[in-house]
């Protein structure tokens, strides 16, 4: 059974503390994906990566830095956590090839105070 | 506007009753896809259709798309109340996927 697994389902955070949110997928995906989903406003791509070492922006990078190492995880960091980045934060992963499905995480919802 | 559009935002349905859903997108595209998320989870995905065909069907799912006009509806037939969730459609554009904000779907018993 396919998997892709985050670290957290809920978590609560300081305003200015780092976050770090971990995802981990075991279905061998060159790429992964980090999406947040506010309400009203649908996903919203915040990074993605297609091979280890390998990022690129999405839409709303601000604030947020990735890190890939290895090509089963695919971390998302809050280098200062504010209050505007409380939110749910969604991993996916896919194969390579652009048009393939993309496998969920859970999600984590993070709440900064 | 966004890509991938849904419509309605809500519907709430009876049981036993068939639900559609519409998205409506903007650009050329080589497929659109449905997915479901339930309440504070993440998002499963229900079927994929190429931009050459018109109709696909899973279970009791059917999916249409219609290029000329942009948009695509989902219709689940004879809904459960485990049918109760948000569904979205997501189009590519270049190497990113477009989700639209969703239908919340209710089915009551």
């Known amino acids: 059974d396919v998997k892709v697994t985050q670290s957290s389902r809920y978590l609560v955070k300081r305003t200015g503390e780092k976050v770090f949110l971990e995802c981990v997928q075991d279905?061998?995906?060159?790429?992964m994906f980090w999406y947040r989903q506010d309400p009203g406003l649908g996903l919203r791509l915040i990074y993605f990566?297609?091979?280890?070492?390998?990022?690129e922006k999405g839409d709303i990078p601000e604030g947020y830095s990735v890190s890939r190492e290895k090509k089963e995880r695919f971390s998302l960091i809050l280098e200062s956590a504010s209050t505007n980045q409380t939110s749910m934060y969604l991993c996916?992963?896919?194969?390579?090839?652009?048009?393939?499905?993309?496998?969920f995480g859970p999600g984590t919802r993070l709440t900064v105070l | 506007s966004q890509q991938g559009e849904e419509d309605p935002q809500a519907l709430s349905i009876q049981e036993g009753e068939n639900a559609t859903m519409n998205c409506s997108y903007k650009?050329?595209?080589?497929?659109l896809q449905w997915y479901r998320q339930n309440s504070g989870r993440g998002l499963v995905h229900l079927i994929l259709?190429?931009?050459?065909?018109r109709e696909k069907h899973s279970g009791r799912l059917r999916v249409t798309l219609d290029t000329s006009k942009k948009s695509s509806s989902l219709l689940i037939t004879a809904s459960r109340a485990a049918d109760t969730a948000s569904y979205f459609c997501?189009?590519?554009?270049?190497?990113?996927?477009?989700f639209g904000a969703g239908t919340r779907l209710f089915v009551k018993a």
């Open positions: 996916a992963s896919s194969l390579l090839d652009t048009y393939n499905e993309q496998f």
């Open positions: 279905m061998d995906h060159e790429n």
């Open positions: 990566s297609y091979d280890v070492k390998m990022k």
């Open positions: 650009t050329s595209i080589n497929n």
């Open positions: 259709i190429r931009s050459n065909e």
């Open positions: 997501a189009t590519r554009e270049g190497f990113k996927t477009i």
